[in-house]
């Protein structure tokens, strides 16, 4: 099967990432999705970084036995804490995830930002890359998005 006819994968530790899924389905409307949303784990922030780099290689290794052509972290703290990690561990497949281009659109603004995540994704320290950002943990915001309580 040609890449052309394969899906891409989509991955989060819950429901959160289906925001994900809306966008790329409007920019790729032609293109298959197999989305994996671990609600049996959720949340990843609460883990220790090991756990979080180990959920998310089995992710990635139940996406690619969908045989997608590549992959999409969702997930903050996936994206934080082992985005680099799967990234040279599954150098064969593209991987994007959601961290790194809003660092790079961060990197264009003068502001001050103020950033919410998860213990993990703020431990991880990715967004101090940048001097201009605030990082505070926001532990239970996570149960908020996962029932949909957004509004």
Not at 14 to 22: D, F, I, R, S
Not at 56 to 80: D, P, Q, W, Y
Not at 81 to 98: E, R, T
């Amino acid at each position: 099967m040609d890449n052309k006819n394969k899906a891409i994968g989509v991955f989060d530790s819950g429901l959160g990432g289906l925001t994900v899924v809306k966008e790329i389905i409007k920019l790729l409307s032609h293109e298959n999705i197999v989305y994996l949303g671990d609600t049996a784990r959720v949340p990843y922030g609460t883990r220790s970084n090991e756990i979080i780099k180990k959920f998310s290689e089995e992710n990635v290794t139940f996406l690619l036995k969908r045989n997608v052509k590549c992959i999409v972290i969702a997930c903050h703290t996936s994206s934080a804490v082992a985005g680099n990690f799967l990234k040279k561990k599954f150098s064969n497949i593209p991987i994007f995830d959601v961290v790194s281009p809003v660092l790079e659109k961060l990197k264009q603004s003068k502001e001050k930002i103020g950033v919410i995540g998860t213990r993990a994704t703020v431990n991880s320290r990715i967004y101090s890359k940048l001097n201009k950002v605030v990082q505070i943990p926001c532990p239970l915001f996570v149960p908020f998005i996962e029932e949909g309580e957004t509004k």
